[in-house]
């Protein structure tokens, strides 16, 4: 039967039977099919487009960058390290010792002259106040916001997501409020506040707009970061909490973030990952940094002794995960040979192993400059070079320990010195109190013209950066 259709079918195609293609296709499918099958066809058809649009809308939202600011203050908030040392002892608070000791810390820090310390610090009396912290934080905050939003071009209204952190000045209401307020957000807006989450919160805040912004499609986020001088200063005689006095200074990031594929093209980075590690479980971790009153109530953050070997274990955690994502292959086969070598065959645990050479994954290094003794270490134990070290090195000089924006102070030198080509990846690294270690690896989308004398809108070296990199003794005099 089905001979003899298919026979009559062909007659009518070579006849020009007005529905001969119809009449063909039915034939093919009555021949190739059977009837249940021609009912099943498109439920199968129909199962597979949705398992494709399904696995289309679970495709992890690329990230962009679009661009960032970096807040300079003007010149009358200069303060260099004999002024510090002036101002602070007009207290009237510290013991000679500790005069003595903070002197020391100032020779040692790799700390400039031009570093800039709020009002609130610099005038007589020391005024550390609510109004005076939430005035700094106006004028920082606002200062890098403003400088983001002129050079983006973007309006205030589209703003889906603003993060805030900020983490030993946590004001009610809250400075994500503050933000919402000044710009006249929409009443939508996702706004979240961190604190206490140390210098490694910026790229927590990153990694939490990277995940709304996997589920708020077609969306903006705006993250700053920035750490309050007013009230982070000490002013007792705890040697642990006087190292903070001669690292910490005044500064603010913001950044904004899409998810737009249309702004794919003007973006200067692609967040590629972001690796989040806490080490809070050991007490040895957790107590190393912390918030709290001296034996004369004056209240600051004391760093242990333990600080530096808690950052380490914590950095190989981190490098653990992340190690896999962005080494080459080779790199990842080295790195396991020597521990399978030190740790399964030698059974020596103590011998130290292969240190992976990330600089054939990564171009540029952004470590947080959080003091010159956490600097040197990760360079000795990373081997980089001094060209990777410079932009750390240089923030620090210039603009001392900003906390969590001073990632973004060394992006920018890097900008600002020509080293951005398209195709570079960046590798930010920022350590804090919990103890954490977090990282975020971005891949630059186009290359960024260094500023020189002219350059753009929030960026912190325009004007300056021929004059660096300068030569950072070990120690200098503070004769103050």
Known sequence: MQQAIISNLTTALISHHPNSLQLAFTAILYHHYSIPSLFLLPVLLLFIFSLLALAISRRPRPIYLINFSCFKPESQYKVTRETFMKQFKSKGTFTDESVGFQRRMLERSGIGQETYLPE?????????????????????????????????????????????????????????????????????????????????????????????????????????????????????????????????????????????????????????????????????????????????????????????????????????????????????????????????????????????????AVKHFCIHAGGRAVLDQLEKSMGLSEWHMEPSRMTLYRFGNTSSSSLWYELAYCEAKGRIKEGDKVWQIAFGSGFKCNSAVWKAMRTVEGCGEVGRKGNPWVGEIDQFPVVVPKEVAVVA
Request: glycine share 4%; with cysteine; net charge positive.
């Open 120 to 360: 609130s610090l610099l005038g007589t009396p020391i005024n550390m106040c609510a109004a005076a912290a939430r005035k700094e934080a106006a004028m920082v905050v606002f200062g890098a916001v403003d400088e983001l939003m002129a050079v983006t071009g973007v309006r205030a209204k589209d703003i889906a997501v603003v993060i805030v952190n900020c983490s030993v000045y946590n004001p009610t209401p809250t400075m994500a409020s503050m933000v919402v307020n000044r710009y006249k957000l929409r009443g939508n807006v996702r706004s979240y506040n961190l604190a206490g989450m140390g210098c490694s919160a910026g790229v927590i805040a990153l990694d939490l707009a990277k995940r709304l912004l996997q589920v708020h499609s077609d969306s903006y986020a705006l993250v700053i970061s920035t750490e309050n001088m007013t009230l982070n200063a000490y002013f007792g005689n705890d040697r642990s909490m006087l190292v903070s006095n001669s690292l910490f200074r005044m500064g603010a990031s913001a950044v904004l973030l899409s998810n737009r594929r249309s702004d794919r093209h003007r973006s200067k980075y692609q967040l590629l990952h972001s690796i989040r590690t806490h080490t809070g479980s050991s007490p040895r971790s957790y107590s190393c940094i912390s918030l709290q009153e001296d034996s004369s109530d004056h209240l600051g953050v004391s760093l242990s002794k333990d600080l530096m070997s808690v950052a380490a274990t914590a950095l190989r955690t981190n490098i653990s995960s992340l190690g896999p994502l962005i080494l080459p292959f080779s790199e990842q086969l080295r790195f396991l040979l020597a521990f399978l070598s030190s740790h399964v065959l030698l059974q020596n645990k103590k011998q130290s192993t292969y240190v992976p050479n990330f600089r054939k």
